[in-house]
């Protein structure tokens, strides 16, 4: 069976400091990951997935996530947070390329200034 | 580009009617359309996979005669709840994927029912 964890359900950063959200996955056949953000109110946003390419993957907004097999995790990191990344961060799996998303339980990014 | 609405975006209604949300991708086909239900502070749960001009395939634990889903055409799934009750009330979003490229699902800003 697939599944994803996300360490920690709140985090909180200065503006300007680094971003590191955790998220690690279980999975029988090789994943399919990604990250999505969630404003309030409004539907979920794709910031960047992993399809068995390069390990590295860039997103939108700033955003990267590393995919480590030995660790099976796939954290999302950013050097430097921005007031409007303050949102809502779910990590998710699909077991090869099903189409099933899987999700985390949430991470909500604050940004203090 | 890849634009899914919903409709209502928000909705009421008493115990015992039944609601129906509809999900239109507004610039692509969707060959598959995915439902979720998301109750506050958790997270997206796969309620059904619905692909065009078939029947839907439902998570476990979900009932199929409860929610009913139509997938009529490449732009357009319906949820409808039946006989809705109180515990039904949550965030129902839904979702389509490109044919092709079915690792990839947009989303649309989902429907808050409320059943009093």
């Not at chain 1, 409007?84 to 099903?98: I, L, R």
């Not at chain 2, 065009?52 to 709840?81: C, M, R």
């Not at chain 2, 009750?85 to 979003?93: G, L, N, Q």
Request: proline share 4%; charged share 15%; glycine share 8%.
């Amino acid at each position: 069976a697939q599944s994803v964890t996300q360490l920690g359900s709140h985090v909180s950063v200065s503006e300007g400091a680094l971003v590191l959200l955790r998220c690690n996955y279980s999975s029988s056949v090789p994943p399919y990951l990604f990250w999505y953000v969630q404003y309030p109110n409004q539907g979920l946003q794709l910031l960047l997935k992993y399809t068995s390419a390069a390990t590295l993957v860039k997103g939108i907004n700033g955003f990267e996530a590393e995919f480590k097999k030995s660790e099976t995790s796939f954290h999302l990191t950013k050097p430097s947070a921005h007031m409007s990344d303050a949102a809502e961060y779910f990590c998710a799996v699909t077991p090869g390329n099903t189409g099933k998303l899987i999700f985390g339980q949430g991470t909500t990014l604050q940004v203090k200034p | 580009g890849a634009v899914v609405s919903q409709h209502p975006s928000w909705v009421i209604c008493k115990s015992g009617t039944s609601v129906k949300i509809e999900c239109r991708s507004l610039d692509f086909q969707a060959t598959t359309m995915f439902w979720y239900r998301q109750f506050p502070k958790q997270s997206l749960m796969l309620m059904a996979t619905s692909n065009e001009g078939s029947k839907a395939t439902y998570e476990q634990g979900v009932e199929k005669d409860k929610f009913l889903i139509n997938h009529a055409s490449l732009t357009l799934s319906t949820l409808t709840v039946t006989s809705a009750h109180p515990e039904d009330s949550s965030f129902y979003i839904c979702s389509g994927g490109l044919a092709g490229d079915t690792d990839t699902q947009y989303f649309g800003p989902g429907t808050r029912l409320t059943v009093l």
